[in-house]
């Protein structure tokens, strides 16, 4: 995997992030990743968000993580969710400018806050084949519950923030093609499980995406 600092705008912010792409001869797959809450520390070298950039190396799949605007080295500042779609926007929009991107099999994935960002923009644009939402916070009604892409939802069995939620029924009710997965002894921070997500990710992935053009 070779591992390029980039830079890319959003309308009038330059954002940062890291383009992995895996070893080999492309064009490649894609994903892009998004980190969680920026106002509780969370950034593109988050545990969750680097481990699924590697799982998905790993298959041959590239992908850009990036910081949200306000975040590291990206210009602007928090916006509550609705700037930050600007942002995943501009970051498909970057994947596919690359080399070999002229139809390039993108995908998206969010994890908690860059969760509930990803859905947002998914529903609405065409460019992402496949989405996967890792402890996603959902809301009822969900966008997520007319989504009918392939679909990967990841929650911890220990996840505070999702008290009383019947995340079975609530999976299960989700329309098709859908994956799930509720992780046992896993709460919303993964620590202890980065290897397990990172392989469900990068497999979902690797099935639903398309390899060639």
């Not at 298959?59 to 609705?82: E, K, P, T, W, Y």
């Not at 860059?114 to 065409?126: C, F, P, R, S």
């Not at 392939?150 to 939620?165: E, I, R, Y």
């Amino acid at each position: 995997m070779t591992e390029n600092n980039v830079a890319f705008k959003s309308g009038d912010l330059t954002l940062e992030g890291v383009w992995s792409v895996p070893g080999g001869s492309g064009p490649f797959p894609a994903a892009v990743v998004c980190h969680p809450h920026p106002l509780y520390g969370g950034n593109m070298d988050n545990n969750v968000v680097s481990a699924v950039c590697e799982g998905l190396a790993s298959v041959s799949i590239a992908c850009l993580r990036f910081n949200f605007r306000g975040v590291g080295r990206s210009q602007g500042s928090h916006a509550n969710g609705v700037g930050e779609k600007d942002d995943v926007r501009a970051a498909l929009a970057f994947v596919s400018s690359q080399n070999g991107g002229e139809g390039r099999s993108i995908g998206l994935c969010g994890y908690s806050f860059g969760a509930g960002v990803a859905l947002e923009v998914a529903v609405n644009e065409d460019a992402v084949e496949a989405l996967a939402l890792i402890s996603p916070i959902m809301a009822s009604p969900s966008p997520l519950q007319d989504y009918h892409r392939p679909k990967l939802v990841l929650w911890g069995s220990h996840d505070l923030a999702l008290p009383g939620t019947d995340l079975p029924d609530l999976s299960e009710n989700l329309p098709e093609p859908r994956e799930y997965e509720i992780v046992s002894g896993a709460d919303h921070f993964w620590w202890g499980h980065e290897q397990r997500i990172a392989d469900r990710v990068s497999a979902f992935f690797k099935h639903s995406l398309r390899s060639d053009r």
